[in-house]
């Protein structure tokens, strides 16, 4: 009996918040939240509180996710400007009294310690959703150029932290939002090509262009260092080369079934650098091989088709866009990270979804689950 006296009954009203949950999508988070949780009790033994605290992010990161999913997609639009704006004016914060930690300024103290530019993940897809919905059948040249300024301030305030890592996020989520808005292949296909060519001659002239006393423009040091280590780990082992050689060996050293949970050397011998953040995949996969690395590959490729799934369905062009970014998302933020623990990709700050340490990251991802519940509760009430 759904109703008494005129009223819901508390059991109907569950019913009601829970039918908003998508099943698949809450499916795959749990099994990446699990695997998070392994990791982290295994990497982060001698880390004091880690996994206590981790289990309370991931934990506010279900009830973001929950909570977010009960609002419509045309009230996530309308958070938009307001969550954009303010994301920018924190940026703006960091750059002028931002906490400096190993060299970067990224973090801000407003009680408690944040880091702004995760929000911007979000911000930015939500934003720009919004702006090609308003300009919905009337799109010109100049909206793509709006666009493409609105991703650009956040990406460079980003970078001048500097956050590599965080900026190509942010840039790959804001432009999956353009193209998705319908800019011509014909204005995709050059960059692509242009930046394969330049990835081909980094390689073919890499021994002239990571000579000593060699800078390149736009690139800090450090960066052009890592790019450099990326293309020859074996230059400064000790040093620069360090932290994908010893990814690469734990990697290596888990075989195809593993050393087994809480069995890894590589990590247990602190050799394997930000063993539970950055570094997380390689002491996962040390202990789980093969098999733990299939079994992850096979969460997040169920999660981003999920989400892609959803955007083909959804109901708006904001939310059809909103959620095709957010797919791109998670795909990038795997890719990255398992890419530059494996030695294809230079190292960057990119933590591995659900499973590295990190709260304010898991507060973002908490809340890219829930608009992505968000869509996928609206498409289900137009198809029903």
Same mark, same amino acid.
């Given at each position: ?16 918040? %829970? ?53 419509? *997609? ?77 991703? %650009? ?7 001048? !932290? *500097? ?11 804001? %432009? ?35 000579? !000593? ?10 960066? !052009? ?7 020859? *780990? ?31 050397? !590589? ?85 591995? *979804? ?31």
């Amino acid at each position: 009996m759904a109703t008494s006296f005129g009223r819901t009954t508390p059991r109907a009203w569950t019913q009601s918040l %829970l039918d908003r949950l998508d099943p698949p999508l809450l499916f795959a988070m749990v099994l990446l939240a699990s695997a998070g949780l392994l990791a982290m009790y295994s990497s982060g033994y001698d880390g004091g509180a880690r996994f206590l605290d981790h289990c309370r992010n991931t934990l506010i990161a279900f009830a973001i996710m929950f909570a977010v999913a009960q609002i419509p *997609p045309q009230r996530l639009m309308a958070l938009a400007v307001p969550l954009y704006l303010a994301g920018v004016a924190l940026l703006i914060a960091v750059a002028l009294f931002g906490i400096t930690k190993k060299g970067a300024r990224r973090w801000l103290n407003v009680g408690v310690t944040i880091q702004p530019s995760e929000i911007l993940k979000i911000a930015v897809p939500l934003m720009l959703a919004w702006w090609f919905q308003k300009r919905e059948g009337q799109l010109r040249p100049l909206d793509f150029a709006v666009g493409g300024l609105l991703v %650009l301030v956040p990406v460079l305030l980003i970078m001048r !932290q *500097p956050d590599l890592g965080t900026a190509l996020l942010v840039l790959a989520a804001g %432009l999956s939002v353009v193209f998705f808005a319908g800019m011509s292949w014909r204005l995709v296909l050059p960059p692509i090509a242009g930046l394969l060519l330049a990835l081909v001659l980094l390689v073919v002239f890499e021994p002239t262009l990571c000579a !000593q006393g060699v800078n390149w423009p736009l690139l800090h040091d450090y960066q !052009q260092q890592r790019v450099c280590t990326l293309l020859d *780990p074996g230059r400064d082992p000790l040093g620069k080369g360090f932290h994908i050689l010893q990814g690469m060996i734990a990697i290596g050293a888990g075989g195809i079934f593993g050393a087994g949970f809480m069995q890894g050397t !590589q990590a247990r011998l602190d050799f394997i650098p930000e063993r539970t953040t950055d570094f997380v995949f390689a002491a996962f996969a040390e202990e789980f091989g093969l098999l733990g690395n299939l079994y992850l590959l096979g969460a997040y490729l169920f999660l981003i088709f999920r989400a892609l799934d959803i955007a083909m369905g959804a109901p708006t062009v904001f939310a059809r866009m909103l959620a095709g970014s957010l797919s791109v998302i998670f795909f990038t933020y795997a890719f990255v990270n398992m890419g530059m623990v494996s030695g294809i990709l230079p190292v960057v700050g990119v933590p591995l *979804p659900f499973i590295s340490y990190g709260g304010t990251a898991m507060v973002t991802l908490g809340l890219a689950m829930g608009m992505l519940m968000s869509v996928s509760h609206a498409r289900r009430l137009v198809q029903s």
